[in-house]
């Protein structure tokens, strides 16, 4: 997929680890090891190609292959929460459960607070966008209504 930021890209390994910051040797050792236990093999990204590595603590056990041809590439990754599958109860009018068991005429919730309301397992793609959609609008006009007539 094309990344949403460019990467990071140098002509050796050495200088990729300059460029990201990365202790040189350290970094270049790394690779230098990987790339010698990758084993041969037909590569073949469609499948489960068998194409390992062996004698690293952690082994790739497919489409392992050597990080030899420059260009090389770095992006940086960070983490981030999907679903949490935890925060606020709400009923069907996106109004907030208390800790009473009660419902609380004046807090309502959507998005991402609310989703393990609606994913009790698993995922669908789109549907942390869509949760937050239409309990975002169920919220709001909720809170409006509250709002004008209380
Ligand atoms: C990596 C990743 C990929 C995803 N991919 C998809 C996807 O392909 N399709 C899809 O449908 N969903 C996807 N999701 C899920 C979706 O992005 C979320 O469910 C959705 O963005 C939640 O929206 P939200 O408005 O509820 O919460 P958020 O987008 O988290 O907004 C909450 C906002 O509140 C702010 N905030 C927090 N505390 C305070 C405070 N005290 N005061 C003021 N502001 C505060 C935060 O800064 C934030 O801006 C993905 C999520 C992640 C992390």
Same mark, same amino acid.
């Given at each position: 997929?094309?990344?949403?930021?460019?990467?990071?890209?140098?002509?050796?390994?050495? @200088? /990729?680890? @300059?460029?990201? !910051? #990365?202790?040189?040797?350290?970094?270049?050792?790394?690779?230098?090891?990987?790339?010698?236990?990758?084993?041969?093999?037909?590569?073949?990204?469609?499948? /489960?190609?068998?194409?390992?590595?062996?004698? #690293?603590?952690?082994? *790739?056990?497919?489409?392992?292959?050597?990080?030899?041809?420059?260009?090389?590439?770095?992006?940086?990754? *960070?983490? !981030?929460?999907?679903?949490?599958? #935890?925060?606020? @109860?709400?009923? *069907?009018?996106?109004?907030?459960?208390?800790?009473?068991?009660? /419902?609380? *005429?004046?807090?309502?919730?959507?998005?991402?607070?609310?989703?393990?309301?609606? /994913?009790?397992?698993?995922? #669908?793609?789109?549907? !942390?966008?869509?949760?937050?959609?239409?309990?975002?609008?169920?919220? !709001?006009?909720?809170?409006?209504?509250?709002?004008?007539?209380?």
């Amino acid at each position: 997929m094309p990344p949403v930021f460019p990467a990071v890209t140098a002509n050796s390994i050495q @200088e /990729l680890a @300059e460029k990201v !910051g #990365l202790d040189v040797e350290a970094f270049t050792q790394t690779i230098d090891e990987y790339n010698a236990a990758v084993q041969p093999g037909n590569f073949d990204h469609t499948e /489960l190609d068998q194409v390992h590595t062996k004698g #690293l603590e952690v082994n *790739k056990t497919n489409w392992a292959r050597r990080i030899d041809t420059p260009p090389f590439y770095a992006y940086s990754l *960070k983490p !981030g929460i999907t679903f949490t599958y #935890l925060g606020v @109860e709400v009923n *069907k009018n996106a109004q907030m459960r208390m800790s009473d068991g009660k /419902l609380a *005429k004046n807090l309502f919730a959507a998005g991402e607070i609310m989703a393990g309301n609606v /994913l009790g397992q698993g995922y #669908l793609a789109g549907i !942390g966008m869509t949760i937050g959609n239409v309990f975002g609008r169920i919220a !709001g006009s909720e809170a409006a209504d509250y709002a004008i007539n209380n």
